[in-house]
């Protein structure tokens, strides 16, 4: 078997650096360190509603024009 070069698959110490940490990591359970939260209720089964908002502004076609109180959108200034 083929030895790797230097600084492939080894860990290479100068001994003029200080000792260096040759372990990769600490081992931590999160099973352990997980917060135990209260267990959530059930969903009631229930009807729902979907809206889309497509960005398209539809007219009425049942001949009804828009009502007399809703704004007429925005009005020129006479000057």
Wanted: aromatic residues 4%; hydrophobic residues 35%; charged residues 25%.
């Amino acid at each position: 078997m083929r030895q790797p070069a230097i600084g492939q698959g080894e860990i290479c110490v100068h001994p003029s650096h200080a000792s260096m940490e040759t372990s990769m990591a600490d081992v931590i359970r999160l099973q352990d360190r997980k917060v135990k939260m209260p267990r959530r209720r059930p969903v009631a089964a229930g009807s729902a509603k979907v809206l889309f908002f497509t960005g398209i502004r539809y007219e009425r076609l049942d001949g009804r024009g828009p009502q007399p109180n809703a704004p007429t959108g925005r009005q020129v200034k006479k000057q």
